[in-house]
């Protein structure tokens, strides 16, 4: 039983997700509900201004839910302390860091600072989790270099890599694709199912590239305008979910191949 | 580790170069003292004549120490402000500190002719005024505090001090409008800013001031550092936002408003060293940039007030300009050269 919670990472069941303004409550989405499993990679797929940013931040406790239930490893998150909850949950934003005037080991530092004293001194093992986070990003030959000086892709890498360095179980990543070009969203996606496999986080991002994601993510969230709909990517196939998805005289889901097609 | 060892080069050589613009900043007057008299004096060996001895321990001492405590101060409540606010606009007075202390002076000087005259002399002495203007920093402090716990974004933060700076602002200039020629000369000398004429109880006062702000901004730098990467990122590595706020904005004010309260409104410093430390020192680490920039001000503020003081002249230049003077063509120089605003 203890085994089966601790392989349950995050379980979110009815979950309402939207903003409240003084006494009215605005619902984004509502009745969501999925659980994630330890070292499985998750897709959140849906079209602009359908909430997946906002259902992100309500899972980082960024912002409180509207109402059901929202459970981190069995606790509910919104009992856990900041501190608590920075050594479970990780996360990589759209917004690039405030200052680019660190070099890329600094920034990557920073992710360590739950663990460091309030002097910010690294131990032998912060360094470790630090070289390792590069490392596995394939950043490590960048490490000197300051951030205003790098690409958007290297920007990202190093982004992760500083989430990595955090150690936390859980990773949640909001759109970590765009700005990117094709081979660089390819090969971010690609980084992430294998930080899966390799080292067993369990990872959630946000993406527009639904060709990619149905390919690499284990499962997929569809948010559509009614209800989410959550599956393998096969099953959501099967059950014709992504044909909703966008209105149907422009492009619609090729369900042999797996994408989305140009309708002429 | 290439870039820590010139970290170390830079701060041995500001540390030396403060050392020695310490002693001239001394050695450099009115009246002309030979270099030896002033070391033997700083020694503790006693200068060859009395009023020597007396113009530089009692005298020009105490104003390098002010200009030591108001420069570093200034450059750090700057860097604390620029990274809280993430703009690099922002300065030591952006939450309107400044101001307040204009008011509270203005209402001492400009309002004193309401009191009658033989009030009015008690209440402009040495003491009143800085009384006046700690009290005005203070009630706005108070006022930016109040509304940083009901705010979450601390952008608001920013626009609400320069509003409170504002209406201060305006409330000065109806109380110049209806005050005489004298007391409004006499406003304008406070607003100058000087580091001369403090006693040694002053300097002990304004000292701790500074070294308690100090203290908070040292124990603020792995937040500052935090929040280097935008607000979201820090509380996601379990930063206290608000607390954090608290202290830094506590930290800037015992900084601003101690260093306005004892040596006026000295601008540009507190603005402009936290970007010619960056540019230095190429780094956005508070832990190192914290130190880079106590030592930065006290050498750009001894700089100026050695300046200021029109060495072997009678006259004293107002120190609000010479900072500006002397500063803005350096920060000119140094964004026009490496073409890149470091933040």
């Given at each position: ?22 006494r009215h409550q605005h619902a984004v989405a509502s009745g969501i509900g999925f659980e994630l ?228 | ?183 409004l000369q006499q406003f304008i000398f406070w607003s100058f800013g000087s580091l001369g004429n ?146």
């Amino acid at each position: 039983m203890d085994e089966e919670r601790q392989h349950r990472v995050l379980s979110v069941s009815d979950l309402t997700v939207g903003y409240r303004h003084r006494r009215h409550q605005h619902a984004v989405a509502s009745g969501i509900g999925f659980e994630l499993e330890k070292g499985t990679l998750t897709g959140l797929v849906g079209a602009n201004g359908i909430g997946k940013s906002t259902l992100l931040r309500t899972l980082c406790g960024m912002q409180p839910s509207l109402g059901g239930k929202l459970r981190l490893y069995g606790k509910d998150i919104a009992n856990y302390t900041s501190m608590e909850l920075a050594t479970r949950l990780s996360i990589v934003l759209t917004e690039p860091p405030a200052s680019k005037n660190l070099t890329v080991r600094e920034l990557v530092t920073l992710g360590r600072q739950p663990y460091t004293n309030g002097f910010g001194m690294l131990t032998d093992k912060d360094r470790e989790a630090i070289g390792h986070a590069l490392e596995i990003t394939e950043s490590t030959t960048l490490s000197e270099r300051k951030c205003y000086e790098l690409s958007d892709g290297q920007l990202q890498r190093v982004v992760i890599a500083r989430a990595l360095a955090q150690d936390t179980d859980l990773v949640i990543l909001d759109e970590p694709t765009t700005h990117l070009d094709l081979y660089h969203r390819a090969y971010v996606l690609k980084l992430l199912k294998r930080l899966t496999t390799e080292t067993g986080k369990t990872i959630l991002f946000s993406s527009h590239e639904i060709d990619l994601a149905i390919q690499l993510s284990d499962k997929l969230i569809v948010m559509d305008v009614e209800k989410t709909y959550v599956g393998s990517a096969k099953e959501l196939i099967n059950d014709g979910r992504f044909d909703a998805l966008f209105p149907k005289e422009t492009i619609y889901f090729d369900s042999e191949n797996g994408r989305f097609t140009i309708k002429n | 580790m290439e870039s820590k060892r010139s970290f170390k080069l830079w701060f041995v050589v500001l540390s030396v170069l403060l050392l020695v613009v310490f002693v001239m900043n001394i050695s450099l007057g009115s009246v002309s003292i030979p270099f030896t008299e002033v070391l033997a004096s700083l020694t503790g060996n006693g200068a060859s004549k009395a009023s020597w001895e007396y113009i530089i321990i009692d005298y020009r001492l105490p104003k390098a120490l002010t200009a030591v405590l108001a420069g570093s101060g200034l450059a750090v409540s700057g860097l604390l402000m620029q990274t809280l606010f993430r703009n690099p606009l922002a300065g030591p007075f952006v939450l309107g500190l400044s101001s307040g202390a204009s008011l509270g002076v203005a209402l001492l000087i400009l309002g004193a002719g309401a009191f009658g005259g033989a009030m009015a002399g008690i209440l402009t002495s040495e003491w009143s005024l800085v009384f006046a203007s700690a009290a005005g920093s203070f009630l706005v402090l108070l006022a930016v505090l109040a509304v940083t716990f009901r705010i979450k974004d601390s952008m608001a933060i920013l626009i609400i001090g320069l509003m409170f700076g504002s209406v201060t602002a305006a409330v000065v200039a109806v109380l110049s409008y209806f005050s005489s020629a004298e007391q409004l000369q006499q406003f304008i000398f406070w607003s100058f800013g000087s580091l001369g004429n403090q006693s040694w109880y002053g300097i002990l006062i304004l000292s701790s001031c500074c070294v308690l702000g100090m203290l908070l901004a040292l124990i603020s730098c792995k937040s500052l550092n935090a929040l280097l990467l935008g607000e979201n990122y820090a509380r996601s590595m379990g930063l206290h936002i608000k607390r954090t706020t608290v202290i830094i904005i506590l930290a800037t004010s015992l900084l601003a408003g101690g260093i306005t309260a004892f040596a006026g409104p000295i601008a540009f410093v507190g603005l402009a060293v936290p970007h010619l430390a960056r540019q230095i020192f190429t780094t956005s680490n508070h832990f190192v940039l914290l130190p880079a920039v106590i030592l930065s001000g006290a050498f750009l503020m001894l700089i100026c007030d050695s300046v200021a003081q029109l060495p072997y002249s009678e006259y004293t230049l107002p120190i609000n300009a010479i900072t500006s003077l002397i500063g803005a063509p350096v920060v000119i120089w140094l964004l026009v050269r490496k073409r890149k605003l470091l933040f």
